[in-house]
């Protein structure tokens, strides 16, 4: 299913796909079987998971109200997984046929067992890190061995050290600016290491709250140096069709998948667009489609790392994080800006 059928699903509360995915809800922290008689978020709150193990995995709670974790659907491989996860929780070996198993995790989550087991150790040790404020304690209730692999191991999805992601951004400065685009308003917020997001949406406020809804205690301001400013104006030079490589410094938090996704979705040229099994095949996961339109759905960076241009086989827009309009828009304005590009290119020359 494409987020769309699945944000349909959730919208229809449709009980025949209860169990075969579960969404969960950025502001509240939830997340729900599609059923649900809960009160309807907003799309641009919501993240769809494969199995309830992996909404758990990113922090998410299960929903008191539906219980969406008593559901394994009718899939056999995903019942398999779930109870491989449980397991991996539980800090009991995993059993059976290993090969079977490591097949069933890439097709419903994307990666490995080892590489599922590493990234719950690691979002366990972000939950221990903002309920206890110490890097020690946290490190050896994650199940760590050592603070120099807790260093090694985690910077790279922190996009800070443990201790400063422990005081919730608490001594990280981050600048953003808002201005308004034919695509709505547009968010760049940035940390003295590069840009930490880029977001569209219909009004500032929406988009200032969910940059401080990761680090409550960072140094958010509006950006008075210029530094941000300069970023913005690459960015609309970008969407009026005047720069079509972004090639910004980033300063962003991802699972090794994420990252794999996103330097993939990166390559994909200006005007052209690759299909999610196209990505998942390039980054040699070809059953992980699922999962690569998750990443898709996770990126912070809109346009920076261009999502946008990742479609459903069948010529489907698919889903997008910031509304499937805004999405339609970008590529047909891509498409028209590469046609005048090389309308103005001198026949016979290279460039």
């Known amino acids: 299913m494409s987020p769309t059928e699945r944000w349909q699903a959730v919208l229809a509360r449709d009980r025949r796909f209860d169990g075969a995915f579960v969404y969960a809800v950025r502001s509240t922290g939830i997340y729900c079987r599609p059923s649900c008689a809960?009160?309807?978020?907003?799309?641009?709150?919501?993240?769809f998971f494969p199995i309830p193990e992996a909404a758990e995995r990113e922090g998410f709670?299960?929903?008191?109200?539906?219980?969406?974790?008593?559901?394994?659907?009718?899939?056999?491989?995903?019942?398999?997984?779930?109870?491989?996860?449980?397991?991996?929780?539980?800090?009991?070996?995993?059993?059976?046929?290993?090969?079977?198993?490591?097949?069933?995790?890439?097709?419903?989550?994307?990666?490995?067992?080892?590489?599922?087991?590493?990234?719950?150790?690691?979002?366990?040790?972000?939950?221990?890190?903002?309920?206890?404020?110490?890097?020690?304690?946290?490190?050896?209730?994650?199940?760590?061995g050592s603070s120099s692999r807790v260093y090694e191991r985690t910077h790279a999805h922190l996009g800070m050290t443990p201790a400063k992601y422990a005081r919730g951004g608490a001594g990280v400065g981050i600048a953003y600016v808002t201005v308004p685009t034919s695509l709505?308003?547009?968010?760049?917020?940035?940390?003295e290491r590069g840009v930490c997001r880029v977001a569209l949406g219909d009004n500032a406020g929406a988009l200032?709250?969910?940059?401080?809804?990761?680090?409550?205690?960072?140094?958010?301001?509006?950006?008075?140096?210029?530094?941000?400013?300069?970023?913005?104006?690459?960015?609309?030079?970008?969407?009026?069709?005047?720069?079509?490589?972004?090639?910004?410094?980033l300063d962003i938090r991802a699972t090794a998948f994420q990252r794999r996704v996103w330097q993939e979705l990166q390559k994909i040229p200006f005007g052209q667009t690759r299909t999610y099994g196209d990505v998942a095949r390039r980054i040699g996961t070809p059953k992980a489609t699922?999962?690569?339109?998750?990443?898709?759905?996770?990126?912070?960076?809109?346009?920076?790392?261009?999502?946008?241009?990742?479609?459903?086989?069948?010529?489907?827009?698919?889903?997008?994080?910031?509304?499937?309009?805004?999405?339609?828009?970008?590529?047909?304005?891509?498409?028209?800006?590469?046609?005048?590009?090389?309308?103005?290119?001198?026949?016979?020359?290279?460039?």
């Open 208 to 249: 200032e709250q969910d940059l401080l809804a990761e680090f409550p205690d960072a140094r958010v301001v509006q950006d008075k140096s210029g530094k941000v400013h300069g970023w913005v104006t690459l960015i609309l030079a970008y969407l009026d069709g005047r720069e079509p490589d972004l090639d910004l410094p």
């Open 290 to 351: 699922r999962a690569v339109a998750q990443a898709c759905a996770n990126n912070p960076v809109a346009l920076v790392i261009p999502c946008h241009r990742v479609v459903r086989k069948d010529g489907d827009l698919g889903g997008y994080r910031w509304g499937v309009d805004r999405k339609r828009m970008l590529l047909s304005n891509e498409s028209q800006d590469m046609q005048r590009l090389d309308a103005e290119t001198p026949s016979g020359l290279d460039v």
């Open 38 to 47: 809960s009160r309807r978020p907003r799309r641009t709150q919501v993240t």
């Open 61 to 144: 709670r299960a929903c008191r109200r539906c219980h969406p974790a008593r559901t394994n659907g009718s899939d056999p491989a995903v019942a398999l997984v779930r109870e491989a996860c449980q397991a991996i929780a539980a800090g009991e070996p995993l059993r059976g046929d290993t090969r079977r198993l490591a097949r069933a995790f890439k097709r419903v989550l994307g990666v490995t067992p080892r590489a599922y087991a590493e990234a719950r150790r690691v979002s366990r040790f972000k939950q221990e890190l903002k309920r206890r404020k110490q890097v020690s304690p946290a490190l050896y209730e994650a199940g760590y």
């Open 184 to 191: 709505g308003r547009l968010l760049v917020a940035a940390t």
